[in-house]
C-alpha cells in the first residue's frame, strides 16, 4: 500500500501513484514492460495472476526490478506533520516523516505529575506539570504526617493519609515476601540440583578408586597407567637407595639428571657407578643410601 496523497503538502501527480492502490507510490518496482507499482502491491499480484496488472506481459517476482531514482523523488517530497490539528506547521520531507513526529514539539504526552492524567503538548509538558497542573506539589503537610500536599488538596486529612501509607508500606511488604519465597525457591532447586552431581562425583570415585586397588592386586592382568606409579610405595633396594621404578628398559650410558623430586637416572653405563649400585634407567632416586 501506497501513501495518502492527503499526507503531501503538494498535488502529486499520477506517475508517482501505483495502479493497484491509487497511492502515492511506496518502494516502487516495476517489469520489463515499465508499468510501475508498490512492491508490496505488485508482489502478492503476481504471485497469484503471474501477468502485468495492465495484462501486457507475463511477470514473476524475478522480472520485478527497484526503481530507486523514483523512490528517491517520493521520500524527498514534502508531507505536512500529524500533529497539524494541534499546531505544528512544519513540513517534513517524508524520508524525514517518522523522525519528526517522534520529536514534534505537538505531539501529546502525559503528564508526569502522581494522579493527573492529562495529554498536553510536549512543548507545554514543563510549564503544565510545575505551574498548571492540579496534581503537582506544593509543599508537606504542616501537622507532620509527612504527606507531600497537592495544589488541589484542600482537604487533606492526616489520619486518612496515614491510613492509606500503612496500607501501602503492607503491599509492599507483602510483594518482598513473595520475591523472597520465589528466590527461596529456586536456591532449594539449585541446592537439589548440586547434590545429584556431588552423588555423581563420588560414585565415580568410589569406581576409579575399586578400579587401583585391583590393579594393584594383578597387574599383569590389568594394563598399567605409567602415571600412577609414583603412588605404588618405594622399596630402598640394597644399596639403601630408595628408588622409584618406572621401567626396565635397559640402557648402556651412564648420566644422573634432577628430577623434581629426587634425580632422575636418564643413563646407565656398563661397569659404571650406576650399574655397580643396581640402578635402571628413569629409576628415580628419592633418597640415598647410606652405602
Ligand atoms: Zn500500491
Ligand atoms: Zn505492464
Ligand atoms: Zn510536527
Ligand atoms: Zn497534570
Ligand atoms: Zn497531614
Redesign the pocket.
Known sequence: MGFDTEKFVCYVSEDRKCSLCNLVLDNPVQGPCKHVFCSGCILPWVVEHGCCPFRCQALNTGNLTNVLALRDLVLNMKVV???RLNG?T?QPKLREFIP??KE?A?RKVRCGNEGCDRLVCAKDLEAHEIQDCGFRPVGVCESGCGAVLKKNDCEHDCIQYLKSEVLNQQTRVQNIEKELKLLNDQLKTREKELLLRIKGMKKRLQFQGIKLVNQEKNPETMPVDNSMECTTKPEPNNNGNVIISPNNSNNNNQHVGMATEGIIVSKVLAGGPAQKKGLQTHDQIVKYGTK
Request: proline share 0%; glycine share 0%; net charge negative.
Open positions: 506533520c500529524e500533529f505544528c512544519e519528526h513526529i514534534c505537538y
